[in-house]
């Protein structure tokens, strides 16, 4: 009776949908503050949150009842677990960011390019000690508790799992070459462009900065992951104009 009662009354489903939508993409804005914070200060998470609160593909995605904003938030989370990682890692971060990544990947499996983030920060806080990179606990414990996770969630839906990583989604058979990865790169450029061009232009003016600055290790918290996450699109999946949302968030904090 129930089920018949909702299938016969669906606007405050939707309704509710839509708020919770909405209150997603508001709260992806107050991470990206807090990542720009973290990172590069006060100022910079204002601008960060500006730039996204502001944002055409964030603030006109964020209406539709769909995964998109939530795995931005999730995806979010993620690097703001790495950020802190890098500033000053504790068992803490690195439990929240496997713990993160995994309820990440149950949101949508792409996310998981998130854990790039969070590797890079525990590459740079050892340095040249490569025996605490490879066998830190609380590194392992992340992974670990992000596998299980992940698991969990391909067990409850496995041909979903499948369907999208080794069926009718995945491109990875398909012939690839750099020049197609470069024309995958220059697609999701003119997007932003035309969809969002002061977050791309800001982007690109904040990471010449950092450049100039010789700040490496700001540029590759902020760059390498859209820089995989376009790579692991072209290889392994296909692109569309929204995919380029879930990096809204750090093209934003750069």
Partial sequence: ?????????????????????????????????????????????????????????????????????????????????????YRAPSRRWYLLGGLFAGLAFGVSYITVVGLVAL????????????????????????????????????????????????????????????????GEYGYHLRNLLNLDPVVLIAAILGVFFLLVRRRWREVGMVAATPMVYIAVLYFFFHSEVRYILMMLPLLAVA
């Fill in 1 to 85: 009776q129930f089920s018949q009662q909702v299938a016969l009354h669906l606007v405050p489903v939707w309704v509710v949908a839509r708020v919770l939508g909405a209150l997603m993409g508001v709260a992806t804005v107050g991470v990206a503050y807090a990542i720009g914070r973290r990172l590069f200060g006060r100022t910079a998470g204002l601008w960060a949150a500006a730039l996204l609160a502001t944002s055409f593909l964030h603030v006109s995605l964020s209406h539709f009842v769909r995964h998109w904003v939530p795995a931005t938030l999730a995806f979010s989370l993620i690097v703001l677990a790495a950020i802190e990682v």
């Fill in 119 to 182: 590797f890079l920060a525990h590459i740079y806080r050892c340095g040249r000690d490569w025996r605490k990179m490879l066998l830190d606990r609380w590194l392992w414990a992340a992974s670990g508790l992000f596998a299980g996770l992940a698991a969990l969630f391909v067990a409850l839906h496995p041909q979903e799992f499948f369907r999208i990583t080794a069926g009718e989604d995945s491109t990875a058979t398909a012939v690839k070459s750099l020049a197609g990865l470069a």
